[in-house]
């Protein structure tokens, strides 16, 4: 017989639902716990990057980006339920919580890898290139992650990690 992964005490009946409502409420998925208010700060990166290749100057801009974990994001933000928002992702599913995490650790290193190359670089040329580079690959993972967000299927997930 298999062990059973550790888990958090799962609340029935009237707390569920109110807890279930709260984090409605607050913009958070009830079923995951993960609020995708927390993909804005891979957005504003790439965002950044996608304005490079019309205006190079941009890569300035990029290099001011500084990763933030999911908790860090919250509490540095106005999110109206930031600490309600760390809490349900404390209290998330701890499989779909390492789905959430391993994405969004490999967008952080994506980002951090090239902010690393622009700075080392000089040529507009090569900082577009990067930045065209980095966009292709981070664009399908913040679409992965709003997918596990809203309890997305893990196949589109694998596939994409696998590119």
């Not at 609020?35 to 990029?62: Q, S």
């Not at 990067?130 to 589109?156: F, R």
């Amino acid at each position: 017989m298999a062990s059973q992964p550790a888990r958090t005490h799962v609340q029935t009946g009237p707390e569920a639902a109110a807890w279930a409502e709260r984090l409605r409420v607050a913009n958070i998925n009830p079923r995951t716990g993960l609020a995708t208010d927390y993909l804005n700060h891979f957005n504003e990166a790439v965002m950044l990057l996608e304005m490079v290749p019309d205006m190079p100057e941009c890569a300035e801009d990029f290099l001011t980006w500084s990763p933030l974990s999911y908790a860090e994001h919250f509490t540095a933000s106005n999110f109206k339920a930031r600490d309600l928002a760390i809490e349900a992702y404390e209290k998330a599913d701890p499989s779909v919580r390492a789905q959430f995490d391993h994405i969004t650790d490999t967008m952080t290193s994506i980002l951090s890898a090239v902010g690393s190359a622009m700075r080392e670089v000089e040529k507009d040329t090569t900082r577009v290139r990067l930045a065209e580079q980095a966009t292709a690959w981070v664009k399908p993972l913040i679409a992965a992650c709003g997918g596990i967000i809203n309890g997305g299927a893990e196949a589109d997930i694998d596939t994409i990690m696998a590119n």
